[in-house]
């Protein structure tokens, strides 16, 4: 069995709050072997510290929102309120004389739009017999709870990027305020019936689907924006990357990849499969095309995950924790798509 190493660092608040509570002078002596309230509070600040170092490494492979969508904290921390401009791009040039003087003006029309940072928060704490018996056994402080609090937080922000908050101000990317532009998939019959849904057609039909999706917002910006990332619901993605052309050795995804212009990646997020449905508004599966690009889109997230000094409240010691989030700042709407039904 492996043993974990000596952790000698902590936490210099968590021991002087240790050192002044009570529950640590309730340890010195007796079976836990602590000679003075000093030793215990060291000890134990000790432990946290290593529970925090272990939360703060807690990898979030559901969280796909933290993974897709550039991170930004540009926004301070301590502010309640931020402006940005939602842009649109104008203009256009033509041929010129020698001495012209009425140059027409390209230009970049952008609209104020007001954002709100709101604060998620929880804890997660220890009671006196948890640490007592973590001493008398030689055993750390139960580290899944503090990554039990982190999971808390990390969703929170994960919905709030999907689906924002309408009662706080907070926009995502299938918020219905967001100015993202929708598209229509094309349909086919199976059985009498018509869908859109991918598993129901061919390689070139899906293909025709996604460069279509390409066209229009080609079209509705004059070809200046490219969407270069498709992110599709689990199980849509699986099927694309499992699924064979007949007669060939070539997934359908790879058929995609290689004859979609402008496309650089397929992505999957659970988040968009229809019976996710506390965080997918829609009610059916959604496909996303966006560029990922920081200047067009990004999560802001003023202030990461932190935590707090540990607080003594009766027989047991808790840790507060708090993330500061803007939910989804999305400059430039049209280079973004979303199509229901996929």
């Not at 309730?26 to 529970?51: K, P, Y």
């Not at 640490?131 to 999971?151: I, N, P, Q, T």
């Not at 869908?195 to 079209?219: C, H, P, W």
């Not at 019976?275 to 560029?291: C, E, H, K, Q």
Request: glycine residues 6%; contains cysteine; negative net charge.
């Amino acid at each position: 069995m492996k043993k974990r190493r000596k952790h000698v660092n902590y936490d210099g608040a968590d021991a002087r709050a240790l050192k002044n509570g009570n529950v640590c002078r309730a340890m010195v002596g007796g079976d836990t072997r602590f000679d003075s309230v000093e030793q215990a509070s060291v000890f134990f600040a000790r432990e946290l510290d290593f529970v925090k170092t272990k939360t703060y490494d807690v990898e979030y492979p559901e969280m796909t929102a933290l993974a897709l969508f550039p991170v930004t904290s540009e926004v301070p921390e301590g502010a309640e309120t931020f402006t940005y401009y939602s842009y649109d791009k104008t203009g256009m040039a033509r041929i010129i004389n020698n001495y012209a003087t009425d140059l027409p003006r390209a230009d970049v029309k952008g609209k104020p739009v007001t954002g709100y940072v709101k604060s998620v928060g929880d804890s997660y704490g220890y009671s006196v017999q948890e640490m007592r018996a973590s001493r008398m056994a030689g055993k750390a402080l139960d580290v899944r709870k503090g990554e039990s609090a982190r999971y808390a937080m990390d969703y929170a922000v994960n919905k709030i990027a999907w689906a924002g908050d309408r009662d706080n101000g907070l926009v995502g990317i299938l918020s219905e305020d967001n100015d993202i532009p929708k598209y229509v998939l094309s349909t086919v019959t199976v059985g009498g019936k018509e869908y859109t849904e991918f598993r129901y057609k061919n390689a070139d039909q899906i293909l025709d689907d996604i460069n279509g999706m390409q066209k229009y917002v080609s079209q509705i910006t004059k070809n200046v924006e490219k969407p270069d990332t498709l992110v599709l619901p689990s199980h849509v993605y699986i099927d694309l990357a499992t699924r064979r052309i007949p007669d060939t050795e070539t997934t359908v995804l790879k058929f995609i990849m290689e004859h979609a212009p402008y496309l650089k990646e397929v992505r999957e997020a659970n988040e968009l499969q229809a019976d996710s449905t506390d965080i997918n508004p829609t009610g059916s599966a959604v496909a996303f095309l966006f560029t990922n690009d920081e200047r067009k889109l990004s999560l802001e997230i003023p202030m990461h995950f932190y935590q707090y000094p540990l607080q003594e409240k009766g027989l047991e010691i808790e840790i507060p924790c708090e993330q500061r989030v803007a939910g989804m700042v999305i400059y430039y709407p049209l280079s973004a798509l979303i199509a229901e039904g996929v």
